[in-house]
């Protein structure tokens, strides 16, 4: 779709956020539509491995549109009535989708990820930044509340005082005290970026696949059930990966110390 390009290479697909001339909004009806549709392609798709986020040119993503901001279009105008319902039909979707996507995804932000941008580079399993890259959870300054997830993202990445800090603010945030943070896996070298996020998703993307899903799913049911929902759901998990023809051929190259050829879920 034209607000977002998908590349791939293999099991890897690139999604890029392809709006450089307006650092990448998130928030139009097409980019959402797109956001969302990528996501159920990639659960139907059982031959992709792992999923790389990231924007075109100087900006990951700015988040909402400031020149809709400020004329009060689409969901930021009309009723306070209207304007909730414009929030759970549109930017909302989103995390929604983010939620149920099945395939490991890390976003590599290249540049600025603010406001709905930063939180969109939140809801990806794992972050490899630019040194060029900053953070802002901006919201406060302009007056609105993160209305996308913002503040259960932080809350659950970060510690209660540094999402505070984060949310109440609105200050940016630097690649490397992201780092610091526990924000972000990596940053590197705007010119290693790519490089480097390809290159995680290369080792995620040799193992097999139905047990990378399986245990990512396991990873976001851990961050809202207790320890004995989690072992209820690890054990159902654990039985269905026990039969698959993926654990008999790890099984198999583990003994002969080779790489595993895994063809299928």
């Not at 990639?42 to 020149?67: M, P």
């Not at 929604?96 to 969109?120: F, K, Q, T």
């Not at 540094?162 to 200050?171: F, H, K, N, P």
């Not at 039969?243 to 002969?256: G, L, Q």
Request: glycine share 10%; with cysteine; hydrophobic share 45%.
């Amino acid at each position: 779709m034209g607000s977002v390009r998908k590349d791939r290479v293999g099991g890897i697909e690139t999604w890029t956020l392809d709006l450089p001339d307006q650092r990448n909004p998130i928030t139009g009806a097409e980019t959402i539509d797109a956001i969302v549709q990528f996501i159920a392609e990639a659960n139907a798709d059982e031959q992709l491995r792992c999923i790389i986020l990231t924007g075109a040119g100087s900006a990951f993503s700015a988040g909402g549109n400031v020149k809709d901001l400020k004329a009060k279009r689409g969901f930021f105008g009309g009723s306070p009535y209207s304007q909730t319902q414009g929030y759970r039909s549109g930017i909302q979707r989103i995390p929604r989708a983010m939620l149920e996507l099945e395939v490991p995804i890390i976003a590599a932000v290249n540049g600025a990820a603010v406001g709905a941008g930063c939180d969109l580079a939140l809801m990806c399993d794992l972050r490899i930044a630019s040194t060029t890259a900053f953070f802002a959870e901006s919201f406060v300054q302009l007056g609105l509340i993160p209305g996308d997830g913002g503040a259960w993202l932080l809350a659950r990445g970060l510690s209660p005082a540094r999402a505070a800090e984060a949310v109440l603010t609105g200050d940016r945030i630097d690649a490397a005290t992201a780092l610091e943070w526990g924000v972000l896996n990596a940053v590197v070298e705007p010119d290693d970026l790519l490089p480097e996020a390809h290159a995680l998703a290369a080792r995620i993307a040799k193992n097999p696949p139905l047990a990378v899903r399986m245990a990512k799913r396991l990873l976001r049911e851990s961050s809202s059930q207790d320890l004995r929902s989690v072992l209820e759901l690890s054990a159902s998990l654990q039985a269905i990966a026990h039969h698959t023809t993926d654990h008999d051929e790890a099984v198999r190259a583990a003994f002969e110390k080779r790489p595993g050829l895994y063809i299928s879920q």
